[in-house]
Structure formats: structure tokens, C-alpha cells
């Protein structure tokens, strides 16, 4: 409805100038003409839509005021409906561009390798866009609106120094200290006389009493030995008491039994067996009356005060990861509670199935929360330091062969610069060189702008390599006279 007023306008303002002309003497000019002239500046110079003038997504089909009295913005068919000024007629902004910047060249519309020194159409009748100086500079920098900029939501963000912290993370499950194991076996036919209220999963003591023993061999081993402490003739030569007493060590009979001895000046029928260290009871194969063998096992006893963790990492991380790290462990079975660990050894193997390498972490266990097999995660912190130069990780335009970043160079410009990258955490990577700190460094919208600079440097390829074949054309020619 809006034109239709328009082109009413004009034609009364036509008729009305044709009405003075005639009353001059002076001979009518046409109406049509102007009335068709007049409705096309009107269609041409209509704006499409109105918006919020503080740049809020707040738009009207017809003019409107803000709350406190303020008019909306016209947008016309080709201004920029994201810039801060009011738009500008698509005619006048044209002229005035026209009239600023000279033409270099215009491109093909698709975006096909096809330019062209003079306005052309393609073959779908579409125009040739024009290339005007300064859009294609050499350093493959390129320029964008302030409307596009804001559409495209691009932001940027200062390289800074930072403390990147990396987490390897890998599963394992937690294994007794072989250190801390101990088992009670027999080094002489014996016989099991009497075992103590101790069953397996019992928690006992260091000297805590086990079984009662009875050993032909311990037996004779201890007579021997106080009869040589008692004799009249040997007991003040130490290397005959020494030798007995070896014997009996030799046999595994606890120095508490042979200190007995020593003061009763007797041989116990039984020997009695106590734990040789603080633990769980593992395993309990005393059983009262039963033979034992040389070398059967009747107790295993284990300290779990003190556990390992076996992660499995994986390959690629093991360049990070050095003995000494702490590492933070998490149980499956206690949600939110962590252990504090330390790595002690990187086992010096690759699973070739898994691709992983095992590692050792010593976790303190006081509460003996940690069981064997138990399933863990393991949190290895492998972030150095010392802070370092880095970005935002979704800045790098990763080709696979080269890293780049975008520099925001203001008013628009945007240039690539190569980088060299480091240690990636926390959504940041480390920038060993390329760039320094403090410069302004593109974190969003990245592939848009790279897009867009891509299409006009192959533009600009080829261009180029038409000029050079163009002139080798022109050479060939000249040197063909006679």
C-alpha cells in the first residue's frame, strides 16, 4: 500500500507541474514519464522494515517509537540493517561508493574462478560482482561491514599468559603393595596343634598370636640350642651357641619363641606363631590337627594401609606424563570422594592390542576404603607450571598440515597468521610461536571469515594466473612479426 501512496504523490505533484508549465506558455511536458520515474524513486527509497535504534532484535513492518519516545530506524532494501546509523537509500549509497572507490575487477557471482575486467552477466543472467581497490590486498587479510560482523557474531579475545592445565584421564583398578605382603609357611614337617579366632578378612597386629606348632625338627633344633646355652662346657663359648641358635633362625622359629627359651632355659613342646606385620588376614589355611608340609602356605597376611592404582594411558600420552605427578583417583564405588596419589612407575611396555602402557600410582589407604580389583579413575594433572602464551582452543583453524588464527586488526580487517601449537587444557591451547601476547585473536565465527577470505584469494589465484597467461599470449605474438 505504501508505494501505491507514493506513486499517488507523484502524480499530483506531476499534474501540478504540468499545470505551470502550461500556464507559462511553455509547452506540457509528459506525465507518464514522470509519474513512472517518481513511483520507481519511491519503490527504490521505501524501507523495507524499521528497528529498535539501541540495536535490540526488536523489529516493525510500520514506523514505530521505542518506550520512552524514541523513533525505530528505517532499513532500506539494500542497507545494513546491523550497522548504528541510520540507513541510507540503496541509490545514494551506491553513487557514493562509486564515486569514492575505483573497480578492479568483477567476479563471478557463484563463486567460480571467472573474472572479468568489465561488468558481465554469467550465464544464468546473474551480474559479475565488483572488486574495488583495497578488497583484495596482498597480505590475505580481509575486510568486512560492521553489519556483518555483528551478524556473524565474531568476537575476539587477547592472547594471554595462562597456566594450562591438562588432565590425562585413564581407568585401572587397585592392586595390593608386594611390598607389603606376607605369608606364614612352614620350612619343616610339623603338625598344627592349635589356631587362633582369626579367619580370613580378620584385621590383626604385628606379634599377634596365630597357631601353635608342633615340628620334630624345631623341636630337636631348640633342645640342641639349650643344651648348649646350659652346658657346663660351652656356654661360655659363643660360637657353639651361635650355631645353634642359627639353626633354629634357619627353621623360621620367631625370635620371641627363642628369647623364651633363653631365659626358661626349657623347650617348648609347641612353638607358637604370631604375625609377622599389621594387615588383613588374605588367607587361612591352618586348619587345628592337620599336617603341614615343607613350603605350604598357612597364612597370608597383607598391609593395605598403602595400595597401588594400575591405570592403563594410552599411548599418545605417555610423552606427557613423568614419574613423580600427582594424580587425583576417584572410586566408582564412593561418588565425590577422591585419593590423592603419586605415579612411582611407568612399566617400560606397550599393550600392542590396547595401544596403552600401564602406570603405577601409591594411594595412602588409612580407612581401607580401596580393595583389591576395585575399579578406579585415575586424573593425572600433566599441565606445566609455568604460565604460557595461549588462546582459545576453538580460534585454530586446523587444516591437519598448518594452524592458524585470525588477528582482528580492527575497523573490520581480519589477517591469518600460521602458528605453532603446544599443550592443549581447560579450552585453551598453548601458542609457541606466531603470534605474541596481547594480540587480538578471533575466538568465534572463525570459518565464516575464513571462508570468505579463501573464495576471494582463489579468486584472486586465479585472476593472476590469467594475466600471466595473457600476457605470454601477447609476447608470443610480438615476437612472431617479422
Keep these: 500500500m505504501r508505494p501505491l501512496r507514493w506513486a499517488g504523490a507523484a502524480a499530483a505533484i506531476a499534474a501540478a507541474a504540468g499545470v505551470a508549465w502550461t500556464a507559462r506558455g511553455l509547452p506540457p511536458r509528459p506525465v507518464t514519464a514522470a509519474m513512472v520515474s517518481a513511483a520507481q524513486a519511491a519503490e527504490t527509497t521505501a524501507p523495507i522494515y524499521y528497528r529498535d535504534p539501541d540495536g535490540k532484535p526488536l523489529y516493525s513492518a510500520t514506523p514505530k517509537q521505542t518506550p520512552d519516545g524514541r523513533d525505530y530506524l528505517p532499513v532500506f532494501p539494500e542497507g545494513d540493517a546491523q550497522s548504528g546509523e541510520p540507513e541510507q537509500p540503496a541509490n545514494a549509497k551506491s553513487a557514493a561508493a562509486k564515486s569514492e572507490r575505483k573497480v578492479k575487477y568483477y567476479r563471478n557471482p557463484m563463486g567460480l574462478a571467472d573474472t572479468s575486467p568489465v561488468p558481465k552477466k554469467d550465464s544464468m543472467g546473474m551480474d559479475y560482482i565488483p572488486v574495488y581497490d583495497g578488497d583484495d590486498s596482498d597480505d590475505g587479510s580481509i575486510t568486512l561491514s560492521p553489519g556483518k560482523i555483528q551478524r556473524s557474531g565474531v568476537k575476539s579475545e587477547a592472547a594471554q599468559m595462562r597456566r594450562i592445565r591438562t ?22 614337617e610339623s603338625y598344627v596343634q592349635k589356631v587362633a579366632d582369626v579367619t580370613t578378612g580378620s584385621r590383626v597386629t604385628k606379634g599377634q598370636p596365630l597357631m601353635e606348632v608342633y615340628s620334630p625338627a624345631i623341636s630337636s633344633a631348640a633342645a640342641e640350642y639349650v643344651a648348649t646355652i646350659t652346658s657346663k662346657a660351652t656356654a661360655g663359648i659363643e660360637p657353639y651357641g651361635r650355631g645353634s641358635k642359627q639353626r633354629l633362625t634357619n627353621l623360621d622359629v620367631p625370635e620371641a619363641v627363642i628369647v623364651d627359651m633363653e631365659k626358661s632355659r626349657t623347650v617348648p613342646i609347641a612353638i607358637p606363631w604370631s604375625s609377622p606385620r599389621d594387615g588383613i588376614v588374605l588367607q587361612r589355611a591352618a586348619i587345628e590337627g592337620m599336617r603341614a608340609q615343607p613350603g605350604d602356605v598357612l597364612f597370608r597376611i597383607a598391609d593395605v594401609s598403602v595400595v597401588w592404582a594400575l591405570v592403563d594411558v594410552a599411548e599418545r600420552d605417555l610423552g606427557n606424563i613423568v614419574v613423580g605427578q ?39 589407604n588409612a580407612d581401607l ?50 602458528v605453532k601449537l603446544g599443550r592443549h587444557g581447560d579450552g585453551y591451547v598453548e601458542i609457541r610461536g606466531g603470534i605474541a601476547e596481547g594480540d587480538a585473536v578471533v575466538t568465534s565465527a572463525t570459518f565464516l571469515i575464513d571462508a570468505e577470505s579463501n573464495l576471494k584469494a582463489a579468486i584472486k589465484g586465479f585472476a593472476e594466473a590469467g594475466e600471466k597467461q595473457a600476457a605470454g599470449g601477447s609476447e608470443m605474438m610480438d615476437g612472431g612479426k617479422p
Design 167 to 188: 588432565l590425562v584421564r585413564a581407568p585401572g583398578t587397585i592392586q595390593l603393595d608386594e611390598r607389603r605382603v606376607s605369608v606364614i609357611a612352614m620350612r619343616a
Design 326 to 364: 600427582t594424580v587425583t583417583v576417584r572410586a566408582r564405588s564412593y561418588p565425590g570422594r577422591t585419593f590423592a596419589g603419586q605415579i612411582s612407575v611407568i612399566y617400560p611396555q606397550v599393550n600392542k592390542e590396547t595401544r596403552t602402557a600401564r602406570v603405577r600410582i601409591d594411594l595412602a
Design 369 to 418: 576404603a580401596l580393595l583389591p580389583d576395585m575399579y578406579v579413575d585415575a586424573e593425572i594433572d600433566t599441565g606445566s607450571a609455568a604460565p604460557v602464551l595461549s588462546v582459545a582452543d576453538n580460534s585454530i583453524l586446523d587444516t591437519g598440515s598448518r594452524q592458524t588464527v585470525l588477528l582482528d586488526r580492527g575497523n573490520g580487517r581480519f589477517e591469518p597468521r600460521e
